[in-house]
């Protein structure tokens, strides 16, 4: 009987991993489709009805195509680096809290920062190994930056976790029954929109990939598979953070069409932003992590204990 409940788990696992992925399939399709109508064209419409196979088509070609390497590379890390950064954003995933036959368990929230910092390895390494000077700087300025809005990330998420005083994802559910964490939380959450997209490498803040000052980043060495596999996971952490946004401010996790709606919303808001606002600069963006975000964190934090002890 227990080992049918892990075959259970780990088919449920499985289902879970094939849904990510072609969830990032078509939310690839849904930025070209986005960024394509805010810049008046159409976007991708020919393969398939109104382009609808196209990131199918797309992740062929990657995957096909000839694997080259930079003869001065380290090659075991260079090929490795994308696929452990591909697994490390899947692996958070887990972490869905479902109803049942699922890895939900009590310390999510720990294995969640855990989970991200060392994503943080993986672009480091990506850009040091391919042994390019572009590469390298790229690999720098992400690493600085990530580092940086983890920070932000974790002090923004503890006045959150003081409210229901729990590190399982499941409670935020339970504890917004009546009301959003959103209406009490706003500017918190504003200030968690922007780290999120500092953390996943999104315009305004894509510094990993400024390519009018670094050609392409620490990926620029890369093509073919372990370019996708960069790809896919920058999208899979995209798509996660969204429905952390969704889980933490937004009524938590029920199974329904509005909670779907609402991560497509919040999926929707990062393509927005893309088509809307200038890259930052960099110098700001540090600046903004250490010297605006910090100290609010904290200012709120004071106030949330204060609440709570209140209230005790």
Do not use: H
């Amino acid at each position: 009987m227990y080992m049918m409940d892990l075959y259970l788990v780990f088919i449920g696992l499985l289902i879970l991993i094939v849904g990510v992925m072609v969830g990032i399939a078509f939310l690839t399709l849904l930025e070209r489709k986005v960024l394509g109508y805010i810049q008046i064209r159409k976007g991708p419409n020919k393969l398939g009805m109104v382009g609808l196979l196209q990131p199918f088509s797309d992740g062929i070609k990657l995957f096909t195509k000839e694997q080259t390497y930079p003869n001065y590379s380290n090659y075991f890390c260079y090929y490795f680096s994308p696929v452990v950064s591909f697994l490390m954003s899947l692996l958070i995933w887990m972490l869905i809290p479902y109803y049942f036959n699922m890895v939900s368990f009590n310390l999510g929230v720990l294995f969640f920062f855990c989970s991200i910092s060392l994503g943080v390895y993986t672009v480091m390494i990506a850009g040091w190994s391919s042994n390019s000077n572009y590469a390298l700087l790229g690999g720098l300025r992400a690493v600085a930056q990530t580092i940086s809005y983890e920070v932000s990330l974790a002090l923004i998420f503890m006045s959150s976790l003081l409210m229901i005083m729990d590190f399982n994802f499941w409670m935020f559910f339970k504890y917004q029954k009546l009301i959003w964490f959103i209406f009490f939380m706003f500017p918190l959450s504003l200030c968690w929109v922007s780290s999120m997209m500092a953390e996943t490498n999104r315009t305004p803040f894509d510094f990993a990939e400024g390519e009018s000052e670094l050609v392409s980043g620490f990926n620029v060495e890369y093509s073919s598979g372990g370019f996708a596999l960069i790809f896919l996971a920058e999208y899979s952490s995209i798509l996660f953070m969204s429905f952390l946004f969704v889980l933490v401010y937004l009524g938590g996790y029920v199974l329904n069409l509005m909670f779907y709606l609402k991560l497509t919303l919040i999926s929707f808001l990062f393509i927005w932003i893309r088509g809307t606002l200038p890259r930052y600069r960099y110098d700001k963006l540090m600046y903004l992590a250490w010297m605006g975000y910090l100290p609010v964190a904290l200012n709120f934090l004071l106030l949330f204990m204060g609440i709570k002890i209140f209230l005790m």
